[in-house]
């Protein structure tokens, strides 16, 4: 894999990352569609990722996200999908970036996996733990739909400009992580120090 190959694999896989942090299924869902039907150049046939794009797969990763989706529009059941959605984000993360930087060194392929890919969903899907959890104070749960809905729209979004313009999603990626961190250090900043 040439350098601007590799640039651009890992642009769509931090891309497909930074969706999983909003939902757990639906990118690697999709990357496996997109896989199987050839739309992402992406080889894993003897690889220990080629059941990836199986029927099985595909028809097992569909049905979790749907029911993700369907989840988590339910106001007490949301809170409760957090706290399994959290390291699964992770897992999610790390996945897709070495599935699209399969072919890669595989120093390289697992340390952007592990450190771009897992931190990029778990720093989102944080954010997405902690907006829920004000949604829920401020409005006992009540807007937790409608905070589900726009986390479906951020999805969906960096899933297909992931898939079809990996070097826009490095951007969005960066400035969500960008903002995400300003706010953190805003936040702690703002504590009074005992």
Request: hydrophobic letters at 55%; zero cysteines.
């Amino acid at each position: 894999m040439d350098p601007f190959q590799a640039l651009i694999a890992a642009s769509t896989g931090l891309g497909l990352a930074a969706a999983s942090g909003f939902r757990v299924f639906l990118p690697p869902f999709l990357m496996a569609v997109w896989v199987r039907f050839g739309f992402l150049d992406v080889n894993i046939d003897g690889t220990e990722f080629e059941a990836f794009s199986s029927d099985v797969s595909i028809l097992l990763l569909g049905v979790a996200s749907l029911s993700e989706i369907l989840a988590y529009k339910i106001p007490w059941m949301d809170n409760m999908l957090d706290s399994l959605a959290t390291p699964m984000a992770g897992l999610a993360g790390v996945s897709v970036v070495a599935i699209s930087l399969e072919g890669a060194d595989p120093s390289v392929q697992w340390a952007l996996a592990i450190i771009a890919g897992g931190g990029t969903s778990l720093s989102i899907q944080s954010a997405t733990v902690a907006g829920r959890g004000l949604s829920s104070m401020f409005t006992l749960g009540l807007a937790n739909p409608f905070f589900s809905i726009i986390e479906d729209v951020a999805s969906v979004s960096l899933i297909f400009i992931a898939l079809l313009a990996p070097l826009l999603a490095l951007l969005a990626s960066s400035i969500l992580i960008f903002v995400i961190l300003r706010r953190k250090i805003q936040e702690s900043d703002s504590r009074p120090r005992q």
